[in-house]
């Protein structure tokens, strides 16, 4: 196909925002772009607007189900700006042959970088720390090291094993639990693969990492967070809906847990009443563990090389099974 008679829609907000050229390069191939202004994710009706005539789509956080893409007459392929496809009707781009593409490993590291933010952040309770000193006190806040602690990472792919690797410097005990064990990466860093029941019952400190899907869905449950040892803390960078809101509330809120770092949530962002957003153990943060230059540049050229790729008749390098 001609790319200068396609259009391409992409709703990533922070799309080119660390490297101009990759707009410019984008505008420069193909026939009109059409940008996401909102500055947020957008739903099945505003993607109904805009699909109409789009033959190519590097897609954010949108929620891309099929009652949005029957408005799409065009569509020949989704490309996800980031690694989650979860807010993606699989079923329905299956059905309709649009191709779904995804940039693997592209934000890893700041992921993983953020997940560690999160955990020193807790322990050490930086947060209060800050505001404490800022209102002129003097706290004596004692906190814990990660060191001779249990850190469990639930699904090592790609970020777990980045956060593995950063941990082996801190001299903790690494546990992992995936369906697919790379036994050779794990134990070139010192990490031991185990059971989920023995990471809930080991860890000080749980981390997650897998994907979102029908089958991890409210994962973390009463069954789950009871098994976790008196006092420990869970990590979640990963989606919101592998949690289940109200039993990780009542946990914390009865001292079982000794607190949370939440990046994501079951609805994003958040209602302001929810309960977990004061929690004083528990750390909120936007949904921005792929928000670094690192990530943005990588997540950029990977989702604009496969969408045109498509566009042109290629074979794209990430395409989703
Ligand atoms: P990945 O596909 O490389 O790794 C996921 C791992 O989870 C795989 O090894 C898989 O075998 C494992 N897994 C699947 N089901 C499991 C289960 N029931 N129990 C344990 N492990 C299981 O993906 P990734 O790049 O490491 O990303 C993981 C998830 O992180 C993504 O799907 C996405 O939802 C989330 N994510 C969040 C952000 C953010 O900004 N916070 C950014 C990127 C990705």
Redesign the pocket.
Known sequence: MDLKSCQVLVTATSFGKNDPTLRAYLESQVGEVIYNRTGKPLNPAQLADLLPGIDGFIAGLDSITAEALQAADRLQVISRY?????NVDLEYTRKENIIVTNT??S??V??AE?ALGLMLALIRQIPQAVQATRAGEWPRINGLTLEGKTVGI?????????LGRRLSGFNCRILA????P?LPYASEFGIHFAT?DEVLHQSDIISL?????S??QG?VNENFLNQMKPGAMLIN???GDIVDETTLLNALQSGHLGGAGL??FCQQPPDPSNPLLSLPNVLVTP?????TDG?TNAMGWMSLRDCLAVLRGEAPQFRVR
């Open positions: 980031g690694v989650g496809v979860d693997p490993g934000n890893s700041s992921v953020l639930v699904g090592f792919g790609s970020i777990g094993m980045q639990y995936d369906p697919f790379d989920l990492h897998l994907p979102l899907s089958s991890t994962l960078t990963a989606r990046d994501v949904h921005m563990g792929a928000h990530a």
